[in-house]
């Protein structure tokens, strides 16, 4: 039996630093959201256990013998079931390094995977997925939530499904350590509560100058979709580099991909819906 999981982009519509812990985590309170596309994870039963990687952004993890891929196969063999030997195929559509979440996206769609081929239920993953990294629950429930403590503490909202969305890198890898690093340690308050898109819309990335100071160009995407007409939110995701604009409707953010290809052809674009 071949199963294929999604691994779709995560959005951080908005990111507050709190403070940092005493375990070296980044308190953050943030509104996750997700795309309709991303990367894509197949698993197969085999002889034996192997590891594959294709698509636009293979080339920066295809040596890679060990990454959050393999490691939440393993993680999975150890604390929920024994499953036989899998080759797993990670096809890489979206950017590296790039405050989309995408390792975060392929780990919790390889323990999703699993839980399938073993029968279990997907809630029996989130230990594992917790161990992996901050943002993995998140992306093994893959819809929008406010996060809260690391970001692994979830409560799931609805009221943005099927939203226009358009992503933009500028292809520049960003340190996710640098960006936290040059965070400059000052509370501005927690999220709001309330309806998502008001929260969204109220919220801001205590990351963002750190990021910029670390790239740029951040600042040059950032205007370019600010300028978009019909363009209800843009703000960076996660710890950047990769920007998203919010749109009232479809025909908007074609245009505005259609503006931004013409404008700047070397930079990555993904044009979605929230799932």
């Known amino acids: 039996m071949t199963i294929v999981e999604e691994a779709p982009a995560k959005i951080n519509l908005a990111l507050h630093v709190r403070h940092r812990r005493a375990d070296g985590y980044h308190a953050l309170e943030t509104l996750f959201a997700f795309a309709q596309d991303g990367d894509r994870i197949t698993v197969a039963p ?3 256990d192997g590891f594959a990687i294709g ?19 393993d993680r999975f063999r150890a604390a929920v079931a024994p499953v036989p030997p899998v080759a797993i195929t990670l096809t890489k559509a979206l950017p590296i390094a790039s405050g989309i979440g ?20 997907v809630k029996r993953v989130m230990p594992v997925a917790a161990s992996l990294g901050a943002d993995v629950p998140a992306c093994v429930l893959g819809r929008t939530s406010r996060g809260t403590g690391r970001g692994d503490e979830l409560e799931e909202l609805d ?10 890198n500028p292809l520049v890898a960003v340190s996710t350590a640098a960006v936290f690093a040059g965070w400059d340690g000052v509370d501005r308050g ?6 998502p898109m008001a929260v969204a819309l109220a919220g801001r990335n205590d990351l963002e100058p750190a990021a910029r100071a670390v790239a740029p160009v ?7 979709l600010a300028e978009q007409p019909g363009v209800r939110l843009t703000r960076m995701s996660g710890s950047g580099a990769t920007c998203f604009a919010l749109f009232d409707d479809v025909a908007g953010r074609d245009a505005a991909d259609r503006a931004v ?3 700047r052809p070397d930079w990555w674009r993904m044009a979605s819906r929230l799932a």
Request: glycine share 14%.
């Open 190 to 195: 927690g999220l709001a509560l309330g309806n």
């Open 46 to 48: 085999a002889g034996r």
């Open 261 to 263: 290809a013409a404008a």
């Open 218 to 224: 951040i600042d040059t995407v950032l205007a370019t």
């Open 102 to 121: 995408g390792g975060s996206a392929d780990a919790a769609a390889t323990l999703r995977a699993l839980a399938r081929l073993s029968g279990v239920p």
């Open 55 to 73: 698509g636009r952004f293979s080339a920066g993890l295809a040596r890679e013998g060990d990454n959050l891929v393999t490691r939440a196969r």
């Open 159 to 168: 009221g943005l499904t099927d939203l226009p969305l358009l992503l933009v």
